[in-house]
């Protein structure tokens, strides 16, 4: 099975498109269904409201056994080009194999949805990260939410998700940063082939953009990117610290050019940017493109699901 997903992965090559990523959630929702036929991993939880709007939802992946200590945490956040996307595909099993993964291994999984355009203007996303966290501080140290940790909660961004939780961060105000810590409290970031900034001259792209960002010019939409937004922090900013505020960025072997393009342009401004150049982590999933990697999750295939297992470790051991 893995090889013909490889074989899938490489014909495809880094084109991206709508049926493209319809075809390798397809591939891989029946993987899951035969490698998980029922959510035995975890107690999962579902559609929690987190905030006023209908997709303002969050499901809980808690470990089935008991635990006295708090356990880590890890809030995971869909991609679908700003438009689309759920926490639930292919009739349950996806992301719930992000869920059941992290859940298997001690760790509470919260996966989220938020507001699609035409629903939502910048910066939107942005806030219902802001919100979802704030549930996840005031909620998950109870029992029947997995007896998480509060103070050590990983988010995990895929895609546009990943551009979500960067406008949440770096829009805040944080220039008085040794007297105003990051609230509430974000033990890492994880950046799963995320937009960093956009080519606004495809088409479809810029009817999604426009209504996101609320104008065509593309100086504007830049500039409330994370690499535009990076560029406007203070370098003494705690969120350009990886050794105060890890970060973790994660490409496909596979991804499409743009965010290839938008992801070393952040890895750049971040270097320029932080305490005596210091990057951030950065890791390619060899095999994979802009999908496949966090579908595999909870397969055979469990090169992303360690790396991610260990940075949480890692961050949450501070």
């Not at 390798?24 to 035969?34: E, K, L, N, P, T």
């Amino acid at each position: 099975m893995q090889s013909e997903i490889l074989e899938a992965v490489e014909q495809n090559g880094t084109t991206w498109a709508p049926a493209v990523a319809e075809a390798f959630r397809q591939i891989y929702g029946r993987r899951h269904q035969v490698l998980n036929p029922t959510k035995y991993h975890a107690v999962v939880k579902e559609n929690i409201s987190y905030g006023p709007h209908e997709r303002n939802v969050l499901d809980v992946y808690s470990p089935t056994e008991a635990s006295i200590a708090p356990r880590p945490v890890i809030v995971y956040v869909h991609g679908g080009n700003l438009v689309a996307g759920d926490k639930v595909w292919y009739k349950g099993s996806l992301y719930a194999n992000v869920g059941n993964y992290f859940a298997s291994h001690g760790i509470v999984a919260v996966i989220i949805n938020y507001r699609l355009v035409p629903n939502v203007a910048y910066p939107g996303g942005g806030d219902d990260i802001q919100m979802a966290r704030e549930w996840v501080y005031h909620n998950i140290s109870k029992q029947q939410s997995g007896n998480g940790d509060p103070e050590k909660v990983v988010l995990v961004g895929s895609s546009v998700g990943g551009l979500h939780i960067a406008t949440n961060v770096y829009l805040a105000d944080h220039s008085n940063v040794n007297y105003k810590p990051v609230f509430p409290p974000i033990a890492g970031i994880v950046y799963l082939s995320t937009p960093f900034s956009f080519d606004t001259t495809p088409e479809d792209r810029q009817t999604a953009l426009r209504a996101y960002y609320e104008t065509e010019d593309a100086k504007e939409i830049y500039e409330h990117s994370p690499v535009g937004l990076i560029e406007a922090l203070s370098a003494s900013s705690l969120v350009l610290d990886p050794r105060k505020f890890p970060c973790l960025i994660v490409l496909a072997q596979y991804d499409p050019k743009e965010i290839q393009d938008s992801t070393f342009s952040f890895i750049e401004e971040y270097r320029r940017k932080s305490p005596q150049g210091i990057l951030p982590e950065f890791v390619v999933v060899a095999g994979h493109n802009h999908i496949s990697h966090v579908c595999s999750i909870g397969t055979e295939d469990d090169v992303l699901g360690r790396i991610l297992r260990e940075f949480v470790g890692k961050v949450c051991s501070r």
